[in-house]
């Protein structure tokens, strides 16, 4: 069974602080996206990456893609308490409708 | 307009029961799927359709019955429900395969008692 770990499971900061979240698993994926899920709503699309070692950006924050394409990371930049909420990996093997998601970071930022 | 819309929000019924959740997008998206997030927040997919036809069916109780009677409608029935069904359980649709990624509904809290 394909499994996505995701650590730190939780993060509680003082906004301004940087953070890294990561998702890792020993399965090699074609493609890895990234949501925000925020009480009461379902996940969000973040960012989508594909290529190993591939670097996206969306504004404060920095996503990549491993080079074996097994993990990725999401680095936010001082943090702000707009960014709290549930941080999901989700990926997917090649040619399948179905991707699998992670165990999710609870991210918590402090005014 | 709301892209994935599911009802409804909440619902609280009695073990044994049996109820429907409604699912609707008005993306276009030619495929749909149901999920459920369990109390530690980790989602599973249950099942996906692709334009009408069922293309994943995950280890799943039987008393979950999927119904897609076009491709911008997907419904879950759910019979004899018990306890362990209570969750929240999201709509989700994609184009193309999930490689764009899924929009998702903002969920039905079931709570089984």
């Known amino acids: 069974t394909q499994l996505l770990e995701q650590s730190p499971q939780f993060l509680s900061i003082q906004e301004g602080e940087n953070l890294t979240v990561y998702c890792n698993s020993s399965?090699?994926?074609?493609?890895l996206q990234w949501y925000r899920q925020e009480p009461g709503e379902g996940p969000v699309l973040l960012v989508t990456?594909?290529?190993?070692?591939e670097v996206k950006k969306l504004k404060r924050l920095t996503f990549q893609f491993g080079d074996a394409r097994k993990d990725s990371s999401l680095h936010i930049t001082a943090a702000q308490p707009g960014d709290t909420g549930l941080y999901l990996c989700?990926?997917?093997?090649?040619?399948?409708?179905?991707?699998?998601f992670g165990t999710g970071t609870r991210l918590k930022v402090l005014a | 307009d709301t892209a994935v819309s599911q009802t409804p929000k909440y619902l609280v019924t009695q073990m044994g029961n049996d109820k429907s959740i409604k699912c609707e997008q008005n993306?276009?998206?030619?495929?749909m799927y149901w999920y459920k997030q369990d109390s530690k927040k980790f989602l599973k997919i249950m099942f996906s359709?692709?334009?009408?036809?069922?293309?994943i069916n995950e280890t799943v109780p039987n008393r979950f019955s999927p119904k897609s009677p076009d491709k911008a409608h997907l419904n879950l029935h759910i019979n004899s429900l018990e306890l362990g069904d209570s969750a929240v359980y999201f709509c989700?649709?994609?184009?193309?395969?999930?490689?764009?990624?899924?929009?998702f509904g903002s969920g039905t809290r079931l709570t089984v008692v």
């Open positions: 989700a649709s994609s184009q193309a395969g999930a490689n764009y990624g899924y929009t």
């Open positions: 993306l276009g998206h030619d495929t």
């Open positions: 399965s090699v994926f074609s493609s």
């Open positions: 989700a990926a997917s093997t090649s040619g399948t409708y179905k991707y699998i």
């Open positions: 359709y692709n334009n009408k036809e069922l293309i």
């Open positions: 990456v594909v290529t190993g070692g």
